[in-house]
């Protein structure tokens, strides 16, 4: 389902989604959240990879705010459904994707947005890319953001940017351990098209399998992640006999 400020791209194996709001950053918001779990729900067993694009000079500022008025006084259950619970349905889409989803990030990634970049297997970066958890800023705990985070990102890493707000370059996100790679600017499309290239010569099965293994293995003991491994490895080579 592609929107107005969601664009949706089928080619052939290779699925891009790409935010559309470049007036505001790319802010997201619940429609934005919907065509983009709908997109990465409904994949056909063709689909080898799915990137994740921004149009306009920043990836995306972050959300545009769901809160209602405060002389509203919601209860916890209308916030939990309004506030909360849309951008954990998005984390949770994109991580439980079957494929590699590659993340091409530009610019501002701030809240939501450094949520994405990290919830995503891959993220490339240009050089001139920022990364930022800034909703204590506002004195919110940052709570929905992180859990996109833990388990794919150190945790004092996490607990760094959160607590101190502190804005990442590009160098510094790499070696914080947030983003996968760094890149100039002006090849930033040219690499990501590359890395696209070099995962689409691989089968389906192959990619679903190594998806699989990143997903699963990390909360496994040492001989289960040796055993679950095996049998990808073994499912995945049977299907070419």
């Known amino acids: 389902m592609s929107g107005p400020h969601v664009l949706i791209e089928r080619n052939g194996p290779l699925v891009d989604i790409e935010l559309n709001r470049p007036e505001n950053g790319n802010l997201i918001d619940a429609a934005m959240s919907e065509a983009i779990i709908e997109a990465v729900s409904t994949l ?3 689909v080898k990879l799915v990137r994740i694009l921004s149009s306009g000079p920043d990836f995306c ?19 939990r459904r309004v506030v909360t619970a849309p951008p954990l349905a998005l984390y949770d889409a994109l991580k439980a994707v079957r494929v590699p989803v590659v993340s091409v990030v530009r610019g501002e990634a701030l ?5 994405l970049a990290g919830v995503c297997d891959i993220a490339l970066a240009s050089d001139d ?3 930022q958890i800034h909703e204590m800023e506002r004195d919110i705990p940052p709570t929905l953001v992180m859990s996109a985070l833990i388990g794919r990102v150190p945790v004092k890493t996490v607990a760094h940017m959160v607590l101190s707000r502190v804005k990442l370059c590009a160098s510094e996100a790499l070696h914080a351990g947030l ?9 930033l499309n040219a690499e990501a098209d590359a890395l696209a290239e070099m995962l689409l010569g691989c ?3 192959t990619l679903r399998a190594v998806k699989q293994f990143l997903h699963l293995a990390p909360e496994m003991p040492a001989s289960g992640a040796s055993g679950f ?5 073994a499912t995945a080579l049977s299907a070419r006999f």
Do not use: W, Y
Request: aromatic residues 2%; contains cysteine; glycine residues 6%.
């Open 179 to 187: 983003i996968s790679q760094v890149v100039p600017a002006n090849s």
């Open 44 to 46: 056909d067993d063709d």
């Open 203 to 205: 089968s389906a099965v």
């Open 229 to 233: 491994a095996a049998h990808l490895a």
């Open 129 to 131: 890319a920022v990364f």
């Open 111 to 115: 809240g939501v947005g450094c949520a």
């Open 61 to 79: 500022k972050g959300r545009q705010s769901p809160m209602p008025p405060k002389d509203a006084k919601p209860s916890a259950e209308t916030l």
